[in-house]
């Protein structure tokens, strides 16, 4: 199979004002010293009952990737013109190595119980960290020959992040149930959109940016729920069987969370979202317990 690589393609028509080459077949191999990536994890945690089936829980983990995978272009074109690959009659020879590495770690806050006796739930505060200097074992560095650009923030990186979950009863009515979602936005790389070191992949940044050094907006998300029980045996009570009606309502605001912004500089799309989160949805529900 002939492989053609068309440089800055137009549009509509890929072919208008661009250059198309045949490229020579592609390999993959391991590298000698590859092995399976492993994780060393660590936390310590401070738990106080405030009342009783009421706590509060302070804890700090921190986790090391060590030997992550990666992908790397061996034969590259060298610097520092980037013109000619070392080896001509072989295009991509991509390396799978395990010389990433990651740290992640986190300061947890929880609150578990019953603030008051009609209102139970959890309400759990994060700071967190995370870095690492490969996205995966498919993923190719913006510089085969420079790494020192990878280590940033991590696709997953979010600096805080807040949830609450509860129940509310008040009396045999009906149930209530909300949950509140706060996360900090994620991270996203910038990108020239060209291919200036002409290894076939326009992943290029702007000298002396890191990987992810853009920052997508925060997410809110609250969900609620009412249900009611219907006892169909008096005389068991609870025990008896029972029917339950619910109605769910996700994302009540009907906020609009955008996703997947775009980090290229030559796309008419740069700094704009491909994608968003669902919108409001009802959910009505009927469960028969026996």
Known sequence: ???????????????????????????????????????????????????????????????????????????????????TRPDPSVNVLRQIESSGRQVTQSLEIS?????????????????GYAHNDTNGIGAFPAN???????????????????????????????NLGASLQL?????????TGLDSNHDGLAIDRPAGVRRNSLNGPGYVDIDLRCSKDF????????KGPK???????????????FDNYVG?????FFGQAISARPARRLQLSMRYQF
């Open 1 to 83: 199979m002939q492989r053609f690589l068309i440089s800055n393609p137009g549009y509509p028509n890929p072919y208008a004002n661009a250059g198309v080459s045949a490229q020579p077949s592609s390999l993959v191999r391991q590298a000698a010293d590859v092995r399976i990536p492993y994780t060393i994890q660590y936390s310590v945690s401070v738990e106080r009952e405030l009342q009783r089936a009421t706590t509060l829980t302070v804890s700090y983990f921190r986790v090391l990737g060590v030997g992550m995978f990666r992908s790397r272009d061996i034969n590259a074109p060298l610097p520092p013109l980037y013109l």
């Open 111 to 127: 609150f578990r119980g019953n603030a008051t006796k009609y209102f139970t739930g959890m309400a759990q505060y994060t700071l």
């Open 144 to 174: 085969n020959y420079d790494l020192s650009g990878e280590w940033a923030r991590a696709d997953f990186d979010q600096r805080q992040r807040f949830n609450l979950l509860g129940t509310i009863k008040p009396g045999r009515l009906v």
């Open 183 to 191: 996360e900090s936005g994620r991270p996203y790389s910038l990108a």
């Open 231 to 238: 006892l169909l045996n008096s005389t068991k009570g609870e």
């Open 243 to 257: 029917l339950t009606a619910a109605i769910d309502a996700f994302n009540v605001t009907n906020r609009v969370s």
């Open 264 to 268: 290229t500089l030559s796309s008419p």
